[in-house]
């Protein structure tokens, strides 16, 4: 897996509110801890899509990313998820 | 009471809408992090799609944890709930590991240096401050 360096993430808090949302029980609730490793695990989501779509797209010597290359990677990744 | 039950609908539609704009503002800024380190351009159909997808994924995340908590006998999501997560590609679940350890050192550290500072005594206010504006910068 690529690593992610320091940069764009995701906030805590958004990460909270996405999680809250779905939860069936009231009184669930997040450690402080679990979210940020959460918020880690969607960054990480992300990067993997984007970057094996990049590579789709440079095995296709495509100019750039699109839905096309995305979706062929699509399958895999969710697995891996 | 209909309207209620629509206004209660919009309401919620609405809250779902923010939360899938920020989801895609913080998709949009990895993406061009990547495209920028592997000189790859993405389309704008793509990083919406990535963003709904993680919008979604997110479902499917929040319920395993909350069940992953409950069949522990906790109400309290806890980092452990997380790497449970992370059990499907190996690679993944290290990565996982290595940064839950990371999280719960930097953790300890700080809380190492804010007790440190307490005990102090004189020298408190101005460090205090300091650690309260590095803080609200995360």
Do not use: W
Not at chain 1, 55 to 62: L, V
Not at chain 2, 13 to 27: D, I, M, P, W
Not at chain 2, 56 to 78: G, P, S, W, Y
Request: one cysteine or more.
């Amino acid at each position: 897996m690529e690593g992610a360096g320091a940069g764009a993430g995701f906030r805590k808090e958004l990460v909270s509110r996405l999680l809250h949302v779905h939860f069936k029980d009231d009184k669930t609730k997040v450690s402080g801890d679990a979210l940020q490793l959460m918020a880690e695990l969607l960054k990480i989501f992300v990067v993997e899509a984007a970057v094996r779509g990049v590579r789709q797209a440079q095995a296709e010597d495509a100019i750039l990313v699109d839905v096309d290359q995305l979706e062929k990677v699509l399958p895999q990744l969710l697995l891996d998820f | 009471m209909e309207e209620e039950a629509e206004a209660e609908e919009q309401q919620r539609f609405s809250h779902q809408q923010r939360l899938k704009a920020a989801v895609h503002y913080t998709v949009g800024c990895l993406c061009e992090e990547v495209a920028l380190d592997k000189e790859m351009q993405f389309s704008k159909q793509t990083i919406a799609a990535i963003s709904e997808l993680t919008f979604r994924q997110c479902e499917n995340f929040a319920k395993d944890l909350e069940m992953f908590a409950r069949h522990a006998r906790r109400t309290t999501i806890n980092t452990e709930d997380v790497k449970l997560l992370a059990r499907r590609s190996n690679s993944l679940l290290k990565y996982i590991t290595d940064k839950s350890e990371e999280i719960a050192q930097t953790n300890l550290e700080r809380k190492a240096r804010k007790k440190k500072k307490s005990e102090n005594g004189n020298h408190n206010s101005r460090e205090l401050a300091e650690a309260g504006v590095v803080e609200s910068e995360k």
